[in-house]
């Protein structure tokens, strides 16, 4: 294995990171005095301020990074691509500045990989071109949905219309102002092999029956302008071309779809950790309590160093992930997707905890983004399945592949 970056993976973290440093984090403050402040979603606006972003993000050639085309994007492997999005995970406003946001960037490689011409054209330019953005509605509230197969919405197919009716939450990204459609995975043949009855449907927000019945706080926060939702679908009829790559196959591309979008997630959150690591030094050193510098204090440099160990060896494991998906397949690096995704978040969590506890009643307000780092890991051991899924899958792959040593003996 070679973790080395490429010439031209060097040359765009060096320029994206002074982008960063320049452009990005100072208009945090300014991102956050332009939000409405509301909890009704009707009320909330793009801050003007992102939107300057994005226009010199694009101008400077720092957009789509993540598609691993040459035709839309800049073709990095996954590999090329992680020590980039570890970067934009300094800042909760980075990625969409890069256009390289959660769900929109999950939506379009699934548009870019399966849709059809027409889809491409209607849906995935736009989003490309950062445009308008979209959500993806999987979760349900009254099912179980960590087993994916107990979904209950439904997509039928009714001769050249597909149907959806159900209800779904925690719909990412459906409060933002600029959200057009969201892509609707639903039952559509309960008779057939478990991983053949869903498909997935590309819905707009203003067909006829979609409803967004509430956004969803998170740790007493809405995150907007972008938001988490509760929606309804009631008999909502959309043209048989709005199934992507046809009735029965959402579980496949599902499959497609998660892979990159968890090493996506965790080099985010690897640099969530870093900037909260890099705060908890910096007060660390500069207050002083009982004649010591507050590193001195205690056990503090020992939570310091544990950190730091941490942190790097979760890189590692991230990496080998983006390497392997890139020299192999998705099946080959499963039980890898499933370590990151327990391990990585529980690190960053960790490096947000110890960060607030070294900065006192200043860590749990908003002078700081500590709370908002904390939140953001304790959600990320939900989010594409839990903590308990994803060690069941190491366990079951790990035990396989035991009996598979022991017979080859």
Known sequence: MDFTPSERTQALTERLDRFMREEVIPA???????????????????????EQLKAKARAAGLWNLFLPDLED??????????????????????PE????????????????????????????????????????AMTEPDVASSDATNMQATARVDGNEVVLDGRKWWTTGLGHPHCR????????????EPHRR???????????????????????????????????????????DHVILGPGRGFEIAQGRLGPGRVHHCMRALGAAERALSLLCQRA????????????????????ANLRMAIEQARLLTLKTAWTLDTQDN????SLISQIKVVVPAVAQQAADAAIQIHGGAGLTDDFPLAQLFAYARVLRLADGPDEVHRAVVAKLEAKAQLAREARA
């Open 181 to 192: 459609f969201v892509i609707f995975m639903g039952l559509s043949d309960p008779q057939a």
């Open 28 to 50: 945090e403050s300014t991102y956050a005095s332009q939000l409405a402040g509301s909890a009704d979603h009707r009320q909330w606006r793009q801050p003007p301020v992102m």
């Open 285 to 304: 050193q500069s207050r002083v309590a009982f004649g010591k510098p507050l590193l001195q204090l205690g056990g503090n440099a020992d939570i310091v």
């Open 331 to 334: 099946k080959a690096a499963l």
């Open 198 to 240: 869903h498909s997935m449907v590309i819905c707009p927000l203003d067909a006829p029956g979609v409803r967004i019945e509430r956004m969803l706080p998170v740790f007493h926060d809405y995150d907007e302008p972008s938001g988490h939702g509760e929606m309804s679908f009631q008999q909502v009829r959309l043209p048989l």
């Open 97 to 136: 500045v890069f256009n390289c946001n959660a769900p929109d960037s999950g939506n379009m490689e699934v548009l870019h990989r399966y849709g059809s011409p027409q889809q491409r054209e209607r849906w995935l330019t736009p989003l490309l071109q950062g445009q308008i953005r979209s959500g993806f």
């Open 73 to 94: 994007g800049p073709g990095l492997s996954n590999l090329d691509y992680a020590p980039l999005a570890e970067i934009m995970g300094h800042s909760f406003i980075a």
